[in-house]
């Protein structure tokens, strides 16, 4: 029997990405302390933005998004698709970008940079770049990462990371976990709109997946990566979880690791 993670896997041998190594160093100084993950302290999340910073809440979907992307239907878009994370994970982060001369990343930090925010989704410009350049739904693929990030602020508004990150060498269970919640989005937008290419997600988490396991940044293998966004999907695709009963399915994902 052919189940859902075998297509979605499939799918992720056959597609070809538009994108290389994450890894654009310049010569430009690197950030420190340099964060492992995808999380950022208060405090390091200073480093990242000044207070000028264009900084927004998508909470209806129709708020105009950050011009950056140069694509008027892409920024409506993700604004409208931050809206409907908003919303699946009960979190209402602020977002904006920053210029990731210092390496291609997105962060989620529990800094709080306007009022009644639960903490901050911080996107590079040039992974946005590298994102948009793919062939295969790369507003979906923008959609993957921002949702994995929302994953980490629901992670913080809930005291989540501390319980499956505690005593580890490495953030896997935390990023793992993000991925999880991220796939949950997907599984919950794909009842509401079928044509919704879900896969897109475990695709763009995989390709993110990295070998490195005893480094105290490994986020988790592709294959991993990919798992957890497929397992966040069934929990809200086939099983119709409610967010406390993902919540709880992703803990026990995370412990099981
Ligand atoms: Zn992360």
Do not use: W
Not at 88 to 108: C, E, I, M, Q
Not at 199 to 220: E, I, K, L, R, S
């Amino acid at each position: 029997m052919s189940n859902r993670r075998e297509i979605v896997q499939g799918g992720l041998l056959t597609l070809i990405f538009g994108f290389g190594p994450i890894c654009a160093c310049n010569a430009q100084s690197r950030r420190e302390p340099h964060a492992y993950g995808c999380v950022l302290s208060a405090k390091d999340a200073d480093q990242y933005m000044d207070d000028n910073t264009d900084t927004r809440l998508y909470i209806t979907g129709n708020e105009p998004m950050i011009p950056r992307s140069g694509d008027r239907s892409f920024d409506l878009a993700l604004a409208r698709t931050l809206a409907a994370v908003s919303e699946t994970l009960k979190v209402l982060p602020s977002f904006a970008y920053y210029d990731d001369y210092d390496g291609l990343n997105a962060y989620a930090t529990p800094k709080v940079r306007l009022v009644n925010a639960d903490g901050t989704v911080l996107f590079g410009q040039r992974l946005l770049s590298r994102l948009m350049s793919g062939k295969e739904s790369p507003e979906v693929a923008v959609a993957a990462v921002c949702a994995h990030e929302f994953g980490h602020i629901l992670q913080f508004k809930r005291g989540l990371d501390k319980v499956v990150g505690a005593g580890q060498r490495t953030v896997k269970r935390v990023e793992l976990q993000a991925d999880f919640f991220a796939g949950y989005f997907a599984g919950v937008r794909k009842l509401q709109r079928p044509n919704f290419p879900a896969a897109v997600f475990a695709m763009t988490q995989y390709h993110f997946g990295d070998n490195m396991v005893n480094d105290p940044g490994h986020h988790g293998t592709p294959e991993e990566r990919g798992a957890a966004i497929s397992k966040g999907f069934e929990i809200a695709y086939r099983e119709k979880r409610s967010l406390s009963e993902a919540i709880q399915a992703a803990n026990n994902f995370a412990l099981s690791l």
